[in-house]
């Protein structure tokens, strides 16, 4: 048979030489034992910030939008800013999951369910503030294109904020069901590991009757392909559709076409930063440094350092143009941005965006998780002040210098924002509480746990692996 | 196969083709038919038949622990000219399409097709809408302009043919919620591999079987299903 050899000299993708049951074993552990000390303490200050979030949202949607620090020149800041920043962090979950598995990059399977994860709370999040932002969420339905009693009345699909509409809606659909679908033989395997009833009868209701037959897995597969075909495209759109946002308009700073690429980029930068401070703490706390491990730190370390150097490129581009095009409202706009009243968030976006990641082209640091952790909490916030920078630096400085103004938010807008990070960890938390951290289906894939000893030796009879449950099998009943 | 379609079928059978009813009886245990007023929607064949796995009569069952042997025992028995009745594995075995010579999946024409009929399907929405119902005059542009409209089309498109294919897979493997797993033997979500051969097919030789499987180092071999 045919079969790809791993070479001996690559190191493993999971460490600690695991059997296919061990792999099981790991992988539903934090489902079935009692949550430690620490996810407690996690979780209630994640509610706490929810909550804390949930009272401001529900003050700002009553009293109105006048509740936040906007003027008559900074129409749009922190909600969009914040809008963005969440979009942006859920890029690399589909990035990890559809396009490293259209590459054949076999280390995503250690990341890429937590990833999608991510992604899918990071865009309940970003869907959040776009909803504030209508003033009145309630009619939120309207931007649907429903017959209606209104003329009919359609939606103009000709405005960018209505494509946002459709594309985000349709990236939290196609990433939720992604992750479903990935999601369905590991239930399988943790329902067919339930003691308790009404775990087991949940992960039945969950895992649809799943019993790995091999007809089903070859479907499965294909559809899995399929799925990912579909959704690289479609995280490249979301970013561009976010990014026309501001491209389509006019204004100085934003009316730019290089703002497709620099934002997709932009994301997966972010979002491999977000998944770094996530998976740094989680391979921690829940014990998964084996799976986990140093080399998939060192990899996501690569894709921050590209994508960051591409971002330092794409920031240098937006100054050169600004010069090289002539016009004086762009070249002023960018001046003001390096020197202005808002030249310190410019800064702090250049130092944590181009500087830092830089560090990572040396493979001591890259590999040391300390430094990791930092360099990814440097990124989150430079990211979030590139948003925050193009955002209202652009508005600040108006045609009419009457209309000159500044942008400092309000408690409530803060606070809006810490709430989503806590129904960002809120959920998170609950989801290693609940589902299969682990895609252990396509872990077990990639390890080719026989394969190297059947090769190397000429005999070809494996030893078979220790049976730990011996007891168990002899007890298979006849049906 | 559902209960309904067990009866149905026993239906066919009882009215058709009393002999193969008749045999299906004898293979589950229970006592031919000789008379016309049995009815056929007791239920007992029917629970029989579906408490064998699969809704088949019997099964050979190799039990293995290696991802190598069991792709090497199913492109064997397969040689062989055994019915393959399913593989069952707590993974997807690279190769085993091939070792079991399973047809490419059609899941991509349906995909395709679903992707199409949404791309179109949104383009005539946004037509219709902003073209012709009610055309919205923005800066004096025209108000069908492609380009301005390829964002919403790309979206539906991805959305209609994601769903599609995701109803497409499930209907197409019968998973649905509620649905009661089958699992051949216990541990087969976690690192077990087993092949089902069907008892049923003309040239079935349980002893050829149960040597092939033992060639390839099964675990061990069960006889599923019925009454032996």
């Known amino acids: 048979m045919s079969h790809s050899v791993e070479s001996e000299l690559r190191e493993p993708l999971v460490l600690g030489e695991k059997t296919l049951h061990q792999i099981t074993e790991d992988a539903c552990a934090p489902l079935e034992r009692k949550p430690n000390t620490l996810w407690w303490a996690a979780f209630f200050v994640a509610l706490t910030c929810l909550g804390v979030g949930f009272a401001a949202t529900a003050y700002q949607i009553a009293t109105g939008i006048g509740t936040w620090g906007l003027n008559k020149t900074v129409g749009w800041a922190f909600d969009i800013t914040n809008f963005v920043f969440w979009v942006g962090i859920g890029h690399a979950g589909t990035l990890i999951s559809a396009v490293l598995f259209l590459f054949r990059q076999k280390w995503r399977t250690s990341i890429n369910r937590s990833a999608e994860a991510m992604t899918i709370f990071a865009v309940i999040c970003a869907a959040i503030f776009p909803l504030i932002h209508m003033g009145r969420p309630w009619l939120a339905f309207w931007t649907a294109p429903y017959p209606n009693f209104r003329g009919p009345l359609w939606v103009n699909f000709r405005s960018p904020l209505l494509w946002d509409v459709f594309a985000i809606s349709t990236y939290f659909t196609i990433s939720a069901v992604f992750w479903y679908i990935g999601l369905v033989p590991d239930l399988a395997a943790a329902r067919d590991r339930a003691k308790s009833k009404i775990r087991k009868t949940i992960y039945s209701i969950l895992s649809l009757g799943w019993n790995g037959s091999a007809r089903v897995w070859s479907r499965y597969e294909t559809a899995y392909m399929l799925f990912a075909g579909l959704a690289t495209p479609l995280v490249v759109s979301v970013h561009t559709i976010v990014s026309m946002d501001f491209a389509t308009s006019v204004i100085p700073g934003w009316h730019t076409t290089i703002f497709p690429p620099y934002f997709v980029i932009g994301a997966i930068f972010s979002g491999f930063a977000m998944v770094m401070t996530l998976l740094i703490i989680m391979r921690k706390v829940v014990n998964f440094e084996e799976y986990i491990t140093l080399n998939h730190l060192e990899n996501m370390a690569k894709v921050i350092l590209v994508t960051g150097s591409i971002v330092g490129l794409a920031y240098g581009t937006e100054f050169f143009v600004a010069w090289y095009s002539g016009s004086p409202y762009e070249g002023f706009t960018f001046i003001n941005r390096a020197t202005g009243p808002f030249a310190w968030a410019y800064w702090i976006m250049v130092s944590c965006n181009v500087i830092t990641p830089q560090l990572m082209w040396f493979k001591k640091l890259r590999r040391n998780v300390v430094v990791l952790f930092i360099l990814s909490i440097f990124v989150n916030i430079g990211m979030w002040f590139e948003r925050f920078v193009i955002v209202v630096t652009s508005l600040h400085r108006d045609y009419l210098p009457s209309s000159w103004a500044y942008y400092t938010p309000t408690l409530i807008e803060a606070l809006t924002f810490l709430g989503t990070f806590g129904l960002f960890f809120t959920c998170f938390l609950l989801f290693c509480r609940a589902l299969p951290m682990l895609a252990q289906g396509e872990i077990k894939g990639v390890m080719k746990t026989g394969k190297r000893k059947h090769h190397d030796s000429g005999h070809g009879h494996v030893e078979p692996r220790k049976a730990a449950r011996v007891e168990q099998e002899k007890e298979v009943a006849h049906v | ?228």
């Not at chain 2, 796995?53 to 025992?73: I, M, P, Q, W």
């Not at chain 2, 069908?144 to 109803?167: N, R, S």
């Not at chain 2, 897979?169 to 033997?185: C, D, E, T």
């Open chain 2, 1 to 228: 196969m559902s209960r309904l379609a067990c009866r149905l079928r026993i239906l066919g059978m009882w009215l058709f083709n009393r002999r193969a009813l008749n045999e299906l009886r004898w293979k589950f245990g229970l006592q031919p038919l000789h008379t016309w007023n049995e009815s056929p929607f007791k239920g007992e064949l029917v629970d029989k038949w579906l408490g064998s796995v699969g809704g088949k009569s019997r099964l050979l069952v190799g039990v293995f622990t290696d991802e190598d042997h069991l792709l090497e025992a199913t492109e064997a028995v397969r040689k062989a000219g055994f019915d393959i009745h399913d593989v069952y594995t707590p993974y997807a075995v690279h190769g085993m399409d091939d070792a079991m010579g399973l047809r490419r999946s059609r899941l991509t024409w349906v995909c395709f097709f679903a992707g199409l009929f949404a791309g179109a399907f949104g383009a005539f929405m946004q037509y219709y809408t902003n073209a012709i119902d009610w055309p919205i005059n923005v800066g004096g542009k025209n108000p069908w302009e492609l380009q301005a409209y390829v964002p919403v089309i790309f979206e539906m498109t991805v959305l209609i043919a994601g769903l599609t294919t995701m109803v497409a897979l499930f209907a197409r493997s019968k998973l649905f919620p509620g649905k009661k797993a089958q699992l051949i033997v216990p541990g087969i979500t976690d690192d077990k591999f087993a092949i089902a051969l069907n008892h049923g097919s003309a040239n079935f030789d349980a002893e050829r079987a149960r040597a092939l499987f033992a060639r390839f180092h099964a675990e061990r071999v069960l006889d599923l299903g019925g009454l032996s």
